[in-house]
């Protein structure tokens, strides 16, 4: 189904609207979901769908995701969170997670940027050189 500009626009500026200091707030998201619940507007489904799109998009952008092969340190932890936040600005979720697959090294995906140091990626383009 497709959805029309007016819907569109207003979902962008209800997503606008739920932002504090460049940051989503989630309960200005959630009053926001009420009032057009209770005003339901022409096409406020589409305005839901698009809305929501949106709010998932904001929160993968702002969603980082260290991998190691090995636990880290608290003090390193602490270094990468402060590179990230330096890097991508304040309020990053960031997650630490162990995967004995990349042999060493550190695999960071934050948004949609990916930056690996593993020691299995570095086999694989080793490999494929020759």
Do not use: W
Not at 84 to 95: F, T, V
């Amino acid at each position: 189904m497709k959805i029309s500009k007016l819907a569109l626009r207003e979902a962008r500026q209800l997503f606008r609207s739920c932002h504090v200091d460049g940051l989503l707030d989630q309960n200005r998201v959630r009053q926001a979901l009420a009032r057009l619940s209770e005003r339901q507007p022409r096409g406020y489904l589409q305005i839901l769908e698009r809305l929501h799109r949106l709010v998932k998009l904001d929160q993968e952008r702002r969603a980082a995701r260290v991998e190691s092969a090995g636990p880290l340190s608290p003090d390193l932890q602490n270094e990468i969170v402060a590179q990230i936040a330096a890097k991508y600005g304040q309020g990053m979720n960031i997650s630490f997670a162990q995967n004995p697959a990349l042999i060493g090294g550190i695999r960071i995906q934050a948004g949609s940027d990916l930056y690996d140091g593993s020691v299995k990626t570095r086999l694989e383009k080793l490999e494929e050189s020759f």
